[in-house]
């Protein structure tokens, strides 16, 4: 089993290459925030719970992620990898789920970190908020989302640097050229893997 991770801010585009990249290869994609999003719409009790979160643009605490998330993986444990797209958002999340994948004999092979600059990311992200019906793509939302990432995710990226997990890519280009990238990266991190 393959498992990668798409690192980056609001806004980078991990969602639109998490697609592309799980459809190549046919990895399962796994996005917390659509996964949260889809129970808010269909309002069961958890949705309930997230909604306050997801509306101010702070992190869903720990508990209530990895929960959800276990039961996810529960329910698909025959896939051949998955892209995490928003996971992991902070240290304790990332260490977590190394742990947990060491007991099964499994580990996040790659992460790959898209970069784009903030105002990019603003310009973006408001954009997408004219259609997208998220209750998040606002500007005041916007600016609490990126500090989030500034203080709490952001750092994760040293902690894959140290293990040697780490490859980054410039997001601030057409969609195609940043999926290229990452198809060569991915493509390689799998050899390397099977090897
Ligand atoms: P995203 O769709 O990845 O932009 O996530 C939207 C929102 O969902 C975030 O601003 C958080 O409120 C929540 N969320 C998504 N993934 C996580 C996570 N791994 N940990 C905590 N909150 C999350």
């Given at each position: 089993m393959f498992n990668m991770i798409l690192f980056g801010p609001p806004g980078s585009g991990k969602?639109?290459?998490?697609?592309?990249?799980?459809?190549?290869?046919?990895?399962?994609?796994?996005?917390t925030g659509e996964l949260f999003r889809q129970e808010i719409a269909k309002k069961t009790l958890i949705g309930n719970v997230v909604k306050k979160f997801i509306d101010r643009?702070?992190?869903?605490?720990d508990h209530i992620v990895m929960r959800e998330l276990y039961r996810y993986a529960l329910n698909h444990q025959d896939a051949p990898g998955i892209v995490f797209d928003g996971f992991p958002r902070n240290s304790d999340q990332a260490s977590t789920l190394d742990k947990v994948f060491h007991k099964k004999e499994?580990?996040?092979?790659?992460?790959?970190?898209?970069?784009?600059?903030?105002?990019?990311?603003?310009?973006?992200?408001?954009?997408?908020?004219?259609?997208?019906?998220?209750?998040?793509?606002?500007?005041?939302?916007?600016?609490?989302?990126?500090?989030?990432?500034?203080?709490?995710?952001?750092?994760?990226?040293?902690?894959?640097?140290?293990?040697?997990?780490?490859?980054?890519?410039?997001?601030?280009?057409?969609?195609?050229?940043?999926?290229?990238?990452?198809?060569?990266?991915?493509?390689?991190?799998?050899?390397?893997?099977?090897?």
């Open positions: 969602g639109t290459q998490s697609k592309l990249v799980s459809e190549t290869f046919e990895f399962l994609h796994l996005s643009g702070i992190l869903i605490p499994l580990r996040i092979e790659l992460v790959v970190s898209i970069i784009v600059p903030e105002n990019i990311l603003m310009e973006r992200v408001l954009e997408r908020g004219k259609d997208s019906g998220r209750s998040d793509d606002n500007i005041e939302v916007m600016h609490k989302r990126l500090e989030i990432y500034r203080t709490q995710t952001h750092p994760v990226i040293d902690y894959y640097k140290k293990s040697h997990r780490l490859a980054e890519v410039a997001g601030n280009r057409p969609v195609e050229m940043v999926a290229k990238d990452i198809q060569y990266i991915v493509k390689a991190a799998i050899d390397k893997h099977i090897d």
